[in-house]
Nanobody, 121 residues
Framework: QVQLVESGGGLVQAGGSLRLSCAAS????????MGWYRQAPGQQRELVAL???????NYADSVKGRFTISRDVAKNTVYLQMNSLKPEDTANYYC???????????????WGQGTQVTVSS
């Protein structure tokens, strides 16, 4: 199994910055993609940013130019640097990994427990 541990959420004023981290542990053979989703109350979970093993990145239009996703392959860790935060960024942020635990096993999706980000106006 793969365990994901998130950190870095909190309360920040509009215009401020936060950095989220998500470390994966367990039996990981390969990682196809790592990223972040978020879910605000009463809203569906949405993609924030994704990075693949080819170092391709994908961002939600609402965060382009403000958020940056990066990874440390050696540490199996993905980061989300969030700058110029807005009140509408307030949500529970979930770490996401798509990985294989063995050579012949299928790729599966794994989720973190979520970390709350609150941006005050």
């Amino acid at each position: 199994q793969v365990q994901l541990v998130e950190s870095g959420g909190g309360l920040v004023q509009a215009g401020g910055s936060l950095r989220l981290s998500c470390a994966a542990s367990g039996n990981i053979f390969s990682i196809n993609a790592m990223g972040w989703y978020r879910q605000a109350p009463g809203q569906q979970r949405e993609l924030v940013a994704l990075i693949t093993t080819g170092i391709n990145t994908n961002y939600a239009d609402s965060v382009k130019g403000r958020f940056t996703i990066s990874r440390d392959v050696a540490k199996n860790t993905v980061y989300l640097q969030m700058n110029s935060l807005k009140p509408e960024d307030t949500a529970n942020y979930y770490c996401y990994y798509n990985a294989r635990i063995r050579f012949a096993s299928p790729s599966l999706s794994y989720w973190g427990q979520g970390t709350q980000v609150t941006v005050s106006s």
